[in-house]
């Protein structure tokens, strides 16, 4: 479960991107922030929750947000998904899962029986002021992007 509730000032965040251009949360203040954390590069889930949120990336960007996904991924397996999928949205690696932990999205998973920390596949929407305006602790892919697209868009309008 998710420790960030809406209304609560996002966690600030310094990440590389896939370029390895550090990205704030400072640096974006004034503009919605869509931060999607999911598990790994390449994966079916991931892939086709980042192909959604690429093919939909002109809407976010007419609403003055900006789209990233966040995962424990290199920066090179980070461009080799984009290069293969060619995604639109920014990638941040969080290897040492600071930021994840910060966010609440770091949690004890259950595969088969065994038990290990992981990513917790969630997603949450920042406001252009810092905080969070709407979250979704455990995310289904299929369906999600256009939730969140149709939530910013009602948010952006009020």
Known sequence: MSKLNIGDKAPPFRLPDENGNVVSLDELKGKWVVLYFYPRDNTPGCTTEAIDFSSSIEDFNAMNAR?????RDSMLSH?????????????????EHEMMEDYGVWQLKKLYGKESMGIVRSTFIIDPEGKIAH???KVKVKGHVDEVKACLKEMAAS
């Not at 789209?67 to 995962?71: E, H, I, Q, T």
């Open 135 to 137: 979250l979704w602790p």
């Open 79 to 95: 461009q080799k998904f984009i290069d293969k999928k060619e995604l639109k949205v920014t990638l941040l690696t969080d290897a």
């Open 67 to 71: 789209v990233m996904g966040v995962s």
